[in-house]
């Protein structure tokens, strides 16, 4: 998919995973059918619903908070945007914002998104010094 306005929640990869998740469900039907039982196996309707709540997370970020220049990332704290969002819904703007503001105030979290960049970073110091 390559339309730059289609919303997160229907990229490539989710959309693979939903569709894994529904092979596994009939699998597991199947396999109730012929008595096989599977104690400690998730509920796949939960994971779905999971994973469907985890897939339009970044629209609805987006939608509540890019005119405000906050933009939902792969590597963006998924509590720290469920709180916003959640926020928001109650009609709390403030305390959100401030929600995604102490995230990026605890220098730790700063420090990992500099660690698990540093090889980018590492190579835009060599363009800039070459």
Excluded at 12 to 26: C, I, Y
Aim: aromatic letters at 8%.
């Amino acid at each position: 998919m390559n339309n730059k306005n289609a919303p997160i929640k229907d990229n490539p990869s989710t959309k693979k995973l939903k569709g894994e998740m529904a092979v596994a469900s009939v699998i597991l039907k199947i396999c109730k059918l012929f008595g096989m039982k599977f104690d400690d196996m998730p509920d796949i309707k939960v994971m779905r619903k999971q994973l469907d709540d985890l897939a339009k997370l970044p629209d609805e970020f987006n939608t509540f908070f890019a005119d405000k220049g906050w933009i939902a990332y792969e590597s963006f704290h998924v509590p720290t945007m469920q709180v916003a969002v959640e926020l928001m819904k109650q009609g709390d703007a403030e305390a959100a914002e401030n929600e995604i503001l102490s995230y990026y105030k605890d220098f730790s979290n700063i420090r990992m998104m500099i660690v698990s960049r540093g090889s980018v970073i590492d190579m835009l110091i060599s363009l800039v010094n070459n």
